[in-house]
């Protein structure tokens, strides 16, 4: 693991993608930049992601697993759950919310994922920004939270320890993952071997929902399950839903079948 530190940076997500694609050599697998001063961060969808200098972890890093290219939708939410278990060992409640954001147990918003498939496919960029201290002022919105919140006065790792914790963990999760695909050929879903380790971290399941669409329509049920590449399963709340057409979703027995969304958990 190499981890390159910047005293700011605009998108590390955007200055990776252009390095990695531009001089592949010089950006192996797991190798990183990070920056405590991120400025113009990305989100999903476009959306721009800021915080104050010194209060949130950025860094994107290159992954070029072993895996085939169909597969590739599955590390946001391996790399969501390794995260998720290493804050929790340090006292974090910190819970998967699909496709890729960790919640603390009472909802609010510790850390946000996005991975980019770089152009020749060689392999992923995943971004992650987590809330470290926000510092006596507090959360700058209210459904947010850091890890400074949820663990003793001064027992927050430095930035540069925790990341290495965290890629430790990401590592060792993702070849679990390409280790499980590979000894159990097909179709990857939630009830494949490779997916356990996700299945469990993932608070979305079993969970009132309501599914924010791409076209600006809304579905509400109960998130049942995880397909094929990772995508979520729901049962309509109204059950008329499954005799039209969800926009934005494919039908799947009793269950629809949602691949790009924004979710809201309402209840379990």
Do not use: Y
Request: charged letters at 20%.
């Amino acid at each position: 693991m190499t981890v390159t530190w910047l005293e700011q940076a605009d998108s590390t997500q955007e200055q990776l993608i252009a390095q990695a694609a531009a001089q592949p050599d010089r950006w192996p697998h797991l190798s990183a930049l990070a920056t405590l001063n991120q400025r113009s961060g990305r989100g999903r969808r476009g959306r721009g992601w800021t915080t104050a200098p010194g209060t949130a972890l950025s860094v994107s890093v290159v992954l070029r697993p072993e895996l085939p290219v169909e597969h590739f939708s599955w590390v946001t939410l391996v790399a969501a759950a390794a995260t998720s278990a290493e804050l929790r060992s340090l006292g974090v409640p910190a819970q998967v919310k699909w496709p890729n954001d960790l919640l603390a147990e009472d909802g609010r918003k510790l850390c946000g994922i996005l991975a980019s498939v770089l152009p020749d496919q060689s392999g992923i960029v995943l971004g992650l920004g987590l809330n470290l201290d926000f510092g006596p002022g507090g959360a700058p919105v209210p459904t947010a939270t850091s890890v400074a919140e949820w663990v003793p006065e001064g027992a927050v790792p430095s930035a540069p320890d925790l990341l290495n914790a965290l890629l430790g963990a990401l590592s060792a999760r993702l070849d679990g993952f390409t280790r499980a695909v590979r000894e159990h050929p097909g179709e990857v879903d939630g009830a494949h071997p490779a997916a356990a380790g996700v299945v469990g971290r993932l608070a979305t399941l079993g969970t009132e929902v309501t599914v924010h669409l791409p076209d600006g329509s809304r579905l509400t049920g109960t998130a049942r399950a995880l397909g094929p590449g990772g995508t979520l399963l729901v049962e309509p709340a109204d059950r008329g839903k499954m005799d039209t057409a969800v926009p934005g979703t494919t039908r799947r027995g009793d269950l629809l079948e949602v691949s790009a969304a924004d979710v809201v958990h309402l209840r379990r």
